[in-house]
T-cell receptor, first 110, second 114 residues
Framework: GQQVMQIPQYQHVQEGEDFTTYCNSS?????IQWYKQRPGGHPVFLIQ?????EVKKQKRLTFQFGEAKKNSSLHITATQTTDVGTYFC??????????FGTGTRLKVLA | GAGVSQSPSNKVTEKGKDVELRCDPI?????LYWYRQSLGQGLEFLIY????????KSGLPSDRFSAERTGGSVSTLTIQRTQQEDSAVYLC????????????FGPGTRLTVT
């Protein structure tokens, strides 16, 4: 069945350093969504990418969808302590059920 | 406006008992999803509903799990004869329509089976 893998599983960075998480699907995706889950909280939608090669920016966050629509990345520039949490990608392929990635847990050291 | 609400927030039950988890989606949202999240893990799709269409039950882990959505709004997830491996946070999400729409998650129900 469809699988979505994320790397790395964990990332500890010093405040001010950059951070990137990568998402790879075993199948071509129609779209991909990114969510952030703070410790003890529930996932909150960040963005959706639909087009091949699409790049979207939200302040310090840059999201990219691969040309083959099988991979995606989230890059945070100059991390802040408020960026702490787990970042999930979720891909849609063929049906309407979203397959969530395994998540990348980000810790930012002040 | 009101977000997605779930009840109870916490449920402790004995192995073998049945439990019912409730989800109230955002008003006007026709799509509703149930996910399961084990400690420190990702989200596992369980089931989705879209309007009055037949639900996609392909993610339900066993026939002990069932879900219904009455009147296109409130949904209940029922787990019969609970097992310890059912312990997890059960998250509900709703979206305006099925497919390429933002999902709004509820706070979840933490289920502990002793």
């Amino acid at each position: 069945g469809q699988q979505v893998m994320q790397i790395p599983q964990y990332q500890h960075v010093q405040e001010g350093e950059d951070f990137t998480t990568y998402c790879n699907s075993s199948t071509t995706l129609s779209n991909i969504q990114w969510y952030k889950q703070r410790p003890g909280g529930h996932p909150v939608f960040l963005i959706q990418l639909v087009k091949s090669g699409e790049v979207k920016k939200q302040k310090r966050l840059t999201f990219q969808f691969g040309e083959a629509k099988k991979n995606s990345s989230l890059h945070i520039t100059a991390t802040q302590t408020t960026d702490v949490g787990t970042y999930f990608c979720a891909g849609l392929s063929g049906t309407y059920k979203y397959i969530f990635g395994t998540g990348t847990r980000l810790k930012v050291l002040a | 406006g009101a977000g997605v609400s779930q009840s109870p927030s916490n449920k402790v039950t004995e192995k073998g008992k049945d439990v019912e988890l409730r989800c109230d989606p955002i008003s006007g949202h026709t799509a509703l999803y149930w996910y399961r999240q084990s400690l420190g893990q990702g989200l596992e799709f369980l089931i989705y509903f879209q309007g009055n269409s037949a639900p996609d039950k392909s993610g339900l882990p066993s026939d002990r799990f069932s879900a219904e959505r009455t009147g296109g709004s409130v949904s209940t997830l029922t787990i019969q004869r609970t097992q310890q491996e059912d312990s997890a946070v059960y998250l509900c999400a709703s979206s305006l329509l099925i497919g390429q729409y933002e999902q709004y998650f509820g706070p979840g129900t933490r289920l502990t089976v002793t």
